[in-house]
């Protein structure tokens, strides 16, 4: 990432390859350079046309926190839910076989952010409600 972030540096110097929004820009910067924006670019309206993987790309992958909170708020609203302890999005794939104020178990979408990168269906899963993520 710093080869990348040199090379954009490097390329400013020359004001004739400066796009012209980047020198426009309203935005809060870093004190170190005048380049990169400290403030988050990414509006909350754009997460809602965004495909669910880019979603999950923002929320594991971010630095800005204001983003990850963006894309964690999206998740939610498309029905996907937190597991605390194992860092990872479930979201239910049918009605619940069993359901106490424990837990519930049955079959749930699980997106694989480690191996795959991709949704997965896990049968008879058990999820205790003390590993739900209930804020944002």
Known sequence: ??????????MLKDEDSVPPPLLN??????????IFPVSPLVD???FSKMELETIFMIFYYQK?????????KELKKREWRFNKKFQIWFKRNAQPKEANEVYEKGDFLIFDCEEKWTVKKSNDFVFEY????SEL
């Open 25 to 34: 820009a309203k935005t809060s910067y870093d004190s170190r350079n005048e």
């Open 64 to 72: 800005y926190e204001y983003e990850r909170y963006l894309a964690a």
């Open 130 to 133: 003390k590993h739900l993520e």
């Open 44 to 46: 909350g309206d754009l």
């Open 1 to 10: 990432m710093d080869y990348f972030k040199e090379s954009f540096v490097n």
